[in-house]
């Protein structure tokens, strides 16, 4: 089988199980979030922000494709991340789809990042050996309707708290705890 076609086939399945499960967000597949911004001098004295047009990031330009996007559906605003392996996950994978989140992250600070690997009935150890961006990750079998709801439950965990952590930076709401906890099945 063909590791491409299969992470399509997985994305799109996905896609459409998920696009109207999430009041108030969109599901986006192959979004372009932005990892860098840098400063330039445009001319003596005047600055210019590059990428130049943050909602619409290029590819390859300061931006990386993400798999599966769940963005605010007024605003736009990328919320959870989900990256999409099939049928097998190396260490490249996890080192270069970690490295990926964690450059997201420091862009999008309340953002979610997750890893979905289809056909694998568990995630590797190599996954906890190598991980440093992720905030989960779920092993989908197959597309039964109870796969698909388990990883609804994770999605709707992770949205609620990139809206709370959202709402610490952008609505200045405060907190007093923290309190991150991982959860094995």
Known sequence: ????????????????????????????????????????????GSLRFDPNTPNDPGRGHY????????????SGIPLVVIELKSQHLS????LTYSTKATRHKEIYPYIRYGLVVGGM??????FFTHNM???????????????????????????????KLLGIFTLRKKTTEFNQIARFK
């Open 1 to 44: 089988m063909n590791g491409r076609r299969d992470e399509s086939r997985l994305r799109k399945k996905l896609l459409i199980q998920l696009e109207h499960q999430f009041k108030g967000v969109k599901v986006v597949e192959n979004a372009n979030l932005i990892y860098k911004v840098i400063v330039q001098e445009q001319s003596k």
């Open 133 to 163: 961006g992720f905030d989960f990750a779920f092993a989908l079998k197959n597309h039964s309707d109870i796969n698909v709801k388990k990883l609804e439950k994770i999605l709707k965990l992770q949205l609620r708290t990139a809206r």
């Open 121 to 126: 009935d568990e995630i590797s150890k190599k």
């Open 63 to 74: 931006a990386f494709q993400t798999d599966l996007a769940l963005v605010n559906s007024r």
């Open 91 to 94: 260490t490249h994978d996890v």
